[in-house]
């Protein structure tokens, strides 16, 4: 299998219908925040994932956007004639750390536990969440905007190594 780290238009119709699909409930309804955060978990967890240059995380990461390409351009192409294959400029989040990488895959970890105790509606929301998460987060606005994630990760893990090598205590 093959995985890619470039976006195209039909993957971000994908990723695009897919967020309409999840934000029109909330739009129309009572509009409570809690009700976005089953999709806001799975978005997390994405954008965890996708601070990991490799490693399965990394993997599943590329990965997403192969499948929102292919899906995304096989939608656009039936529903309105034209191709829609053209690449967008691609980002990707860097400087994870190994103890930053402590703290993703224990973010990641976490999602899926909350996936596990979810019910139907929202594990639908949250895999929705790390789809468009992970989609998005390989253009470069989006991976701008999040550019301060991994630095953030590394300083919670060296936080938590500090802690647990006894650092400050004495």
Known sequence: ?????????????????????????????????????????????????????????????????????????RAGAAATGTTSGTGLTTGQLTGLGATGAVVAVLAVFLVALSYKAAGKKDKRRILGGAFVGSVLLLTAGVAGALGWLPGALNGIGDGIVAAVQGAGVL
């Not at 934000?23 to 994405?46: C, D, H, I, N, V």
């Not at 956007?65 to 292919?70: D, L």
């Open 1 to 73: 299998m093959t995985a890619t780290s470039t976006l195209t238009l039909g993957g971000l119709l994908a990723a695009l219908l897919v967020l309409l699909a999840n934000l029109y409930p909330w739009w129309t309804g009572t509009r409570e925040m809690s009700q976005l955060a089953a999709f806001g978990k799975g978005f997390g967890g994405a954008a965890c994932a996708a601070a990991c240059p490799g490693g399965i995380l990394g993997w599943a990461h590329s990965r997403t956007g192969t499948v929102a390409n292919g899906t995304g351009e």
